[in-house]
């Protein structure tokens, strides 16, 4: 287990272990135009938040729980979801993801998350200990497919 200092946490993560279900598992993802549009989109993030998902072993463009809102006011559009990570909270207070608290919240350019041990939707591949990473992003609609079709 790798030990991570992320914002207000301290984790252990088997970062390897990780990477291997995001990369070998098969998972039903969703192939909806939304869906699709943010599995496109996270194939280049930030340096940063590349560097994030990197430390965690999470391959970005995979994830197992999404929901896209629609666009915002800025013509970005809002996705909420969870991605999982073999791994446990060392120090640090798991977050109650249905009442975010501002100051439990960790921001990496417009990618909003916290650490949660409210478990949903894990997949049957994924060995225990396990841990969610909620999440909240704008991002710009970049397929070719006009959006709502």
Request: hydrophobic share 35%.
């Amino acid at each position: 287990m790798k030990e991570l200092n992320i914002h207000n946490w301290t984790i252990e993560v088997d970062v390897k272990e990780t990477y291997d279900q995001y990369k070998n598992a098969k998972w039903d993802l969703c192939d909806c135009t939304d869906c699709l549009n943010f599995f496109e989109a996270m194939k280049s993030t930030s340096s940063k938040l590349t560097d994030l998902f990197n430390n965690l072993g999470i391959i970005p463009s995979k994830c197992v729980h999404l929901s896209e809102f629609g666009p915002t006011e800025s013509g970005l559009h809002l996705y909420m979801g969870c991605y999982h990570i073999v791994g446990r909270i060392k120090e640090g207070e798991p977050v109650d993801t249905s009442s975010w608290d501002e100051h439990n919240v960790a921001e990496i350019d417009n990618f909003s998350f916290v650490f949660s041990n409210d478990l949903i939707f894990v997949p049957e591949s994924m060995p225990s200990p396990v841990l969610q990473m909620d999440f909240s992003v704008e991002i710009p609609w970049v397929l070719e497919e006009p959006y709502g079709q």
